[in-house]
């Protein structure tokens, strides 16, 4: 306790002094608001290159090179193999951002302890100190060093996480050009051999009325192959799809390499419904005549995993009319060359 007996100088001079320290501490606490407006607009990236400036330990490490890749055609492996580092490229990149946001979260904890610790008033400051008073006043300072040093920690890791970041989406990058490439390169290989599927097959089929080039795809009228109302090959288009079997087999051989094909089998019909107790529409009807076709095109040779049959019933007319050649030209087995 200060003693009250003292001298009326000494206790103008105290007087004084309170009030030049009052006028400090009103000084500190406006510079305090405007460095937190200063944070709180500035967010993260401010405050990380604030705390960078007063930093003098060990630069961060530095990002790894970019990885260089080249825009050559890959196999199917390597492409798998891609995908997949693709893949852990993309749970990496979810971990770092994760410990992004647990640093930055840290980081606002530690700069609203930091400001916490500065307005506070100095132990012993507007009265004489006591021992205590001293002994307060160190475990201060030790707090705000530490604090100090925690943020700096914080600050470089923070930097790291980012930097590690950065170099993670450049990989991302990199590999995402590459398997675009190699897409693009497929699709031309598929285009290719495609067109060297079909030009063969023109060759091999010659001129015939029945055989149709439509787009992307060919086709044999309904009729050559089935019975009308039925899914049971004709005797005549049985021998039509193991003559269709032998071509393709003599030309599969020469699709490039890797080539991952499927040659789609699609029945279709005329707009005239049909109901019965095996084909209650259209749907069923076109669905099984190109489930025959494929069943016999493996019998022939084909191989069942480059091979596959769908139905589309009416709904995919190539005339919209209701005149019989209209009905005679939609009822028909499309065959198209495609990817899987």
């Known amino acids: 306790m200060h003693s009250q007996e003292s001298a009326e100088p000494q206790s103008n001079t105290t007087t004084t002094l309170a009030q030049s320290m009052g006028g400090i501490y009103l000084l500190v606490t406006v510079l305090l608001l405007f460095i937190i407006a200063l944070l709180s607009l500035g967010g993260v990236a401010y405050r990380t290159h604030l705390l960078q400036q007063s930093v003098t330990s060990a630069a961060p490490p530095k990002p790894k090179p970019p990885v260089v890749v080249q825009p050559d055609l890959v196999t ?3 492409r798998a193999g891609l995908y997949a580092r693709l893949a852990r490229l993309g749970e990496e990149l979810a971990l770092e951002a994760s410990e992004r946001n647990r640093l930055a979260d840290r980081l ?7 400001i916490e610790l500065a307005a506070r008033p100095t132990p012993g400051a507007e009265f004489k100190a006591e021992p205590k008073d001293g002994d307060a006043r160190a475990a201060l300072l030790r707090n705000m060093e530490e604090i100090e040093r925690e943020l700096a920690s914080v600050s470089q890791a923070l930097e790291a996480t980012e930097q590690r970041i950065s170099s993670r989406q450049v990989d991302v990058a990199g590999l995402g050009n590459r398997l675009n490439r190699a897409l693009v390169l497929k699709v031309e290989e598929l285009q290719k051999g495609r067109s ?10 010659g001129d015939r009325e029945d055989f149709r080039v439509e787009g992307d795809r060919f086709s044999l009228p309904s009729e050559v192959l089935f019975a009308p109302g039925s899914d049971r090959l004709r005797p005549q288009g049985l021998d039509e799809v193991r003559r269709l079997a032998a071509k393709i087999n ?6 490039p390499q890797g080539l991952n094909w499927v040659l789609r089998v699609s029945g279709h019909t005329d707009a005239r419904p049909i109901a019965n107790t095996r084909f209650p529409s259209n749907w069923e009807l076109s669905t099984l005549r190109a ?3 494929v069943k016999e095109l493996i019998a022939a040779g084909i191989p069942p995993e480059h091979v596959a049959a769908a ?3 009416e709904f995919q ?4 009319d209701e005149t019989e050649a209209a009905y005679a030209r939609n009822r028909r087995i499309e065959f198209r060359l495609d990817q899987r």
């Open 250 to 255: 003599g030309v599969k051989a020469e699709f």
């Open 311 to 313: 139905g589309f019933g």
């Open 317 to 320: 007319p190539l005339v919209v």
């Open 196 to 205: 060297e599927f079909f030009a063969r097959l023109r060759d091999v089929l």
């Open 291 to 293: 489930v025959t076709v």
């Open 108 to 114: 606002d904890k530690l700069l609203a302890l930091q």
């Open 76 to 78: 199917g492996k390597e």
